[in-house]
């Protein structure tokens, strides 16, 4: 079966550059999620969508931005990196209209380093 | 706010021995509860879930049953294997503004050794 997902799979990066790390979810599925998670923490939820909509925002800085497009995918961009943004990033798709009761399918996450 | 709290890690058993990780939740309205297992270098594969009070989710050996009156949701195998070894993760489901977002316990390594 189709899983989510992500490229690129590792990405270093040095402090103050751009990344943008994309996400394409299961087929027929409308609801794309961000988490980070950071070394040793558990996933934070970062921003969703929904239908190509921004349906609800967590603990997302200012310096990242995101935006599903026509086909579904997801990117997520990420400005004036720092330090503290290493971690592994991680899409998760659902079908229909984010259900309480959905299940969200992760992709293998990306893993990003900033020097 | 919603969340979760998962007994802390790490759990270090024998293979066949039974396995209990707590899980216990706050949350407003109706949540639905997940278990997630993060292999080593790989990313968060559901393991289990459940939709609502009473009920049970299983898969591969594991269960969890959702307990509204306790407001837990433990998860148990009764014989544990050297594949098994990975960090489980409980979740919640709850909506929030518009989509529903996962709550993450901190996690709980498991190593099983032979």
């Known amino acids: 079966a189709a899983g989510v997902i992500q490229s690129p799979r590792h990405l270093i990066k040095e402090k103050r550059e751009t990344a943008t790390l994309k996400c394409y979810p299961i087929?027929?599925?409308?609801?794309v999620y961000w988490y980070q998670q950071g070394p040793g923490q558990d996933p934070q939820f970062l921003i969703s969508?929904?239908?190509?909509?921004?349906?609800d925002k967590g603990s997302i800085p200012d310096r990242f931005s995101a935006q599903q497009f026509s086909d579904y995918h997801s990117e997520l961009n990420m400005s004036s990196l720092e330090l503290g943004d290493s971690a592994l990033y991680f899409c998760a798709s659902s079908p229909g209209q984010a259900r309480v009761t959905d299940t969200q399918y992760f992709g293998p996450g990306t893993r990003l380093t900033v020097l | 706010g919603d969340s979760v709290t998962q007994m802390e890690g790490p759990v270090t058993l024998s293979e066949e021995a039974f396995l209990t990780i707590n899980c216990t939740y706050t949350a407003t309205g109706y949540p639905s509860l997940f278990w997630y297992v993060q292999y080593p270098g790989e990313g968060l594969q559901l393991l289990l879930k459940a939709t609502k009070a009473d009920d049970k989710g299983s898969n591969k050996g594991f269960e969890a049953t959702y307990r509204k009156e306790t407001t837990s949701f433990h998860l148990e195998k009764g014989s544990v294997q050297v594949s098994d070894s990975a960090v489980y993760f409980c979740?919640?489901?709850?909506?929030?503004?518009?989509?529903?977002?996962?709550?993450f316990g901190t996690g709980t390594r498991l190593t099983v050794i032979p």
């Open positions: 087929p027929r599925h409308d609801t």
């Open positions: 969508f929904y239908e190509k909509m921004q349906s």
């Open positions: 979740a919640l489901s709850a909506r929030q503004t518009g989509a529903n977002n996962l709550f």
